[in-house]
């Protein structure tokens, strides 16, 4: 095993006990809390109260699937797997927010049900006492969560700590409820009920999207993206990066390829240099691995051919409404052979442009035989070029 892995599978197991033992500390205290809620809801008859406590329920099983999930996606690369495990705990996100939206409907429901069929309530002040308290263990444990989620860099665990801030304010709502019914009479907790059904649905939906878009592949950090294209580029030989694509295999399992601009006058042995240290320099910065880094050559010793890289980029980039970047270009005067890349906006006829702009370059240069690749908007453009 190399030094890099061994590092790497290092970095993980403290990940993974971080994450386990902020679940277990999250655990512990969400079935105490729904433990005294759901006493008092019964006691005083307040399905504001009993709901909360279920909110409380529901989050404790969060924090169980998270463990069981983070303990799977913990395990080593094997033969079938070999990026590892790590997009399971993605699954268990995605059971976590059904379980939070399922929460949310029965809220809604038994809520709406004492809209219409109305039971006063009996508050005692220990009852106060307890949700009050509950109140500020919320915040408390909210912020924990926060905090060891960063660490982490977890998304569940950050994403828990709000959900647990956000359980406070709700609770805050049911202790308000409760001091206006005894003070006024006026007993509004059915409707604090189906407020809080609301925010746990939007939450469960929130949950589901953003899980949705992990697993489906959403763009990259565009920020990330330009760090890890400007420290290419910051490298004397590369002219430009481009196309990187960052593919992740689950919470700090991310892997890249890239194409790069050399000269042609670079020897083998030169880009193998050169792409050994690039892949050390990515990955101690970003903890992105680049798996593999691809070659445009440019021309360097032909005034000739600089200036027809000039022209067709001019010819090119004229139709902005359908190009964002062109690159790539090289051109071998003796065989009459000319190739470039260009990058096209979504939703772009790409048939239609091709035929204009090989239309267009052919008309330049009528001698030329002309290839041109067509690549998607999949991440920031490139530094140079």
């Known amino acids: 095993m190399s030094e890099e892995q061994s590092a790497v599978q290092q970095e993980m197991a403290a990940r993974g006990r971080i994450i386990v033992r902020t679940s277990l500390v999250g655990i512990v205290v ?4 729904a433990a005294f809620k759901a006493a008092v809801g019964f006691t005083a008859n307040s399905i504001a109260v009993l709901l909360d406590a279920v909110n409380n329920l529901s989050d404790a099983l969060s924090s169980v699937i998270t463990v069981v999930g983070a303990k799977l996606a913990g395990r080593k690369p094997d033969r079938e797997h070999p990026f590892g495990h790590g997009r399971i705990e993605y699954l268990s996100a995605m059971i976590i927010a059904a379980i939070v939206f399922y929460a949310g409907l029965t ?6 049900k004492k809209i219409f069929e109305p039971e006063p309530a009996d508050y005692s002040l220990l009852s106060l006492f307890i ?9 408390v444990l909210g912020r924990y969560f926060k905090r060891q989620g960063k660490a982490a860099e977890s998304g569940a665990l950050v994403a828990s700590g709000a959900d647990a801030l956000f359980d406070a304010v709700l609770s805050f709502s ?6 206006i019914y005894l ?18 649905l939007k939450s469960g939906i929130d949950m589901m999207r953003d899980t949705l878009n992990d697993i489906l592949g959403e763009r990259p950090d565009p920020v990330l993206v330009r760090r890890i294209k400007g420290m290419l580029a910051a490298e004397p030989e590369i002219r430009g990066a481009y196309d990187l694509m960052l593919n992740n295999y689950g919470p700090g399992r991310n892997y890249a390829s890239v194409h790069i601009e050399l000269p042609d006058t670079m ?3 030169e880009v193998d240099r050169l792409t050994r240290r690039v892949y050390d320099k990515v990955y101690e910065a970003t903890g992105v691995r680049l798996m593999g880094v691809t070659v445009y050559s440019y021309n360097t010793n032909d005034a000739e051919a600089v200036a027809m890289r000039k022209q067709v980029y001019k ?6 409404e359908w190009i964002l970047q062109v690159h790539g270009f090289y051109v071998n005067r003796e065989k009459k052979d000319m190739r470039f890349d260009v990058v096209v906006r979504f939703g772009t006829d790409i048939p239609a442009v091709l035929k204009e702009l090989h239309r267009e370059v052919q008309a330049a240069f009528p001698a030329y035989d002309i290839l041109i690749d067509v690549d998607m908007d999949i991440s920031a453009l490139g530094t140079r070029g």
């Open 30 to 33: 969400n079935i105490l809390l």
């Open 107 to 112: 809220s809604l429901w038994e809520s709406g």
């Open 131 to 139: 949700i009050a308290v509950a109140v500020l263990v919320k915040i």
């Open 174 to 179: 049911v202790l308000a409820s409760a001091l």
């Open 183 to 200: 003070g006024t009479g006026v007993s509004l907790e059915a409707y604090v009920g189906v407020i809080i059904a609301i925010f746990i």
């Open 267 to 269: 020897t083998v042995e």
């Open 315 to 320: 010819i090119v980039l004229a139709h902005r």
